[in-house]
């Protein structure tokens, strides 16, 4: 490819509206290009790239034994109605109407296409296992899209779904694609840790994301360095402490002016905050919910959210607080009568508690569970941080940051009993289609390996995606014999199967270099008079300061050699 015909420029000021290095960097290298707000184009280069991990991607689901399928973008919304996900997705799934009045969806994910794709034509325990993917462009209505990449409404996905004859079949099936997708980020020389997650809108009991950790990331990890317990910091778990085990004494009342905060309250009465109850109102769906949490915990509101089995989830205003007949700052959850309950169970690890008494200015001291309150529901609602104790061994947990570059999911059979992706077991017993879902969106993943991939100069790409392999870069052009050799160099190289982007462009060497450095081509080849006098070309890669000069007489061999040992000292053949 010849630079001047390349369509889109390199840009030497970073666009104001980025915000992330990845967003920054694939602006100014015109890989994507905006044209509404999370809705972008690729342009050649970026196209490139994301063609290549296309192909990573679809070599390892195929050697997985995935079968690639093409499913439909528009979806009878009757089908999200079926399964309920409308509910879960809400806002996000983007509708529309034909002419005919029939409302449709654009695929957000296509559990519910493929279910009933599957039980057309599955039919028998003999049909199953079965792998089905596709690489497709989804939809989503983000509320916030940002960042470049990382946050948008329009991306490209790959889009696995297994089906199996039972929960053992699910756990093998799960097993394959957790290494289907740690071959894929080994081969993209991406480190991921595959951490415990939330499922979110998608549903089922069990996920696992794949995160790059990088402090540019969104998402927070809590892990344990010690057991190896990863978990996203909305899943995650942690041993709660117990903090005091005296007797139970009798409840009373305390003035507490002025102390509407936990930390007022327990400074007042000279406590812990872990001494004292903290009440949190939200709104559920709907409906005012009173949580009831220890002093020194905070809520998890995706926690909560599944608890609730709710999907629209906030803070209580507060007139709905008044309305429920309750004293902000004071509030207690003793004697109230028609608001639903949800305690953490952190309320069971201490005795004589401190609680709002419901009237301003006073509090309990010496609350007891069950005994001066219940709960309409009791279960971990418990925010984890870093240095509290993680549940499985007992150490000290971590947190840091990451970038999510894949999701995997264990459905069960909640979609399959609904679109009625029935089989016949060996005793002929009709039963629901055990299933499992993996995503990867690729856009984000091209995000996540600018991340991980740069310096102040540019983007570096690794061999096995680099949009071109090598930067042919002749110097003084307008010298005839740099023109003449530079010509044949470019000839050799192609026809030896190289893939060259050739900088024909009559500039200084100083903007050739920066361009070269900016879009991060692995291997730069530099033609200039004084290595002509030389009969040779100056090697350089992009991840080193050291050139070496390659014999003109022999360079499309020279430089293959080169590359292929590069593939495989990164593991790549
Ligand atoms: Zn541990």
């Known amino acids: ?66 079968q690639e399928v093409m499913l439909p973008v528009l979806q009878p919304f009757e089908l999200w109605q079926r399964s309920g996900r409308y509910i879960s997705f809400g806002q996000s799934l983007f509708t529309l109407t034909d002419r005919k009045e029939h409302k449709l969806a654009l695929g957000p994910t296509h559990e519910e296409v493929i279910a009933e794709l599957v039980h057309r034509y599955v039919q028998s325990y003999r049909d199953l296992p079965l792998l089905l993917y596709q690489i ?14 990382l946050r948008v409404r329009e991306f490209i ?100 002016p002025g102390t509407e905060t936990i930390e007022e309250v327990a400074n007042f009465v000279d406590v812990s905050a872990s001494q004292t109850l903290k009440a949190v109102f939200y709104s559920a769906d709907g409906e005012f919910t009173f949580v009831v949490i220890r002093g020194d915990l905070e809520v998890n509101e995706t926690k909560l959210r599944n608890a609730l089995r709710c999907s629209k989830l906030s803070l209580a205003t507060e007139s709905e607080v008044a309305t429920a007949g309750l004293v902000a700052g004071f509030a207690s959850p003793i004697g109230i009568k028609g608001v639903k309950v949800v305690a953490d169970d952190s309320v069971t690890l201490g005795s004589n508690f401190i609680a709002g008494a419901n009237k301003p200015g ?5 609350v007891n569970y069950p005994r001066d309150f219940q709960a309409d529901l009791m279960t971990d609602i418990a925010l984890a941080h870093s240095g509290y104790s993680c549940s499985k061994c007992g150490s000290e947990l971590s947190a840091a940051y990451g970038i999510e570059v894949g999701h995997i999911f264990k459905l069960g059979t909640f979609i399959s009993e609904k679109m009625e992706a029935f089989f016949l077991n060996a005793e002929g017993v009709s039963k629901p289609i055990v299933m499992g879902s993996y995503g990867i969106g690729l856009g984000r993943l091209l995000a996540a390996m600018v991340e991980q991939n740069h310096d102040d100069k540019g983007t570096i790409w690794p061999l096995s995606i680099a949009p071109y392999q090598v930067y042919l870069c002749p110097l003084v052009l307008d010298n005839p014999e740099v023109a003449s050799v530079v010509e044949k160099v470019y000839q050799e190289l192609e026809e030896e199967g190289i ?75």
């Open 1 to 66: 490819m010849r630079f001047s015909k390349l369509f889109g420029k390199t840009l030497r000021e970073t666009p104001t509206e980025a915000e992330s290095i990845s967003h920054q960097l694939l602006l100014r290298t015109t890989m994507v290009s905006q044209i509404a707000a999370g809705v972008y184009s690729y342009l050649p280069l970026g196209w490139r790239i994301l063609r290549g991990m296309e192909q990573i991607i679809r070599e390892e689901m195929n050697e997985a034994g995935g």
């Open 157 to 256: 996905m790959k889009d696995l779904y297994s089906f199996d004859v039972d929960e053992a079949g699910l756990d093998e099936s799960y097993k394959k694609m957790s290494q289907a997708y740690k071959n894929i980020y080994a081969r993209l020389g991406l480190p991921t840790l595959m951490v415990e997650a939330d499922s979110g809108a998608i549903g089922g009991k069990e996920s696992h994301e794949f995160m790059l950790i990088t402090e540019s990331g969104e998402d927070e990890i809590i892990y344990c360095s010690n057991c190896g317990y990863a978990a996203n910091r909305e899943k995650a778990k942690f041993a709660k402490t117990k903090v005091n085990t005296e007797t139970p004494l009798p409840l009373g009342e305390i003035a507490t």
């Open 136 to 149: 497709q462009t989804k939809f989503r209505d983000e509320p916030r899209p940002r960042g470049g990449l």
């Open 362 to 366: 006073y509090h309990f001291r010496n």
């Open 499 to 573: 893939e060259v982007l050739y900088d024909d462009r009559n500039e200084s060497a100083g903007i050739k270099f920066n361009d070269a450095d900016l879009l991060g081509i692995p291997l730069r080849l530099t033609l200039s008079p004084r290595t002509l006098k030389s009969q040779s070309i100056e090697a350089k890669w992009r991840t080193e300061e050291e050139t070496q000069l390659l014999p003109l007489g022999n360079v499309a061999e020279e430089v293959k050699t080169l590359l292929g040992e590069r593939l495989a000292s990164q593991g790549c053949t």
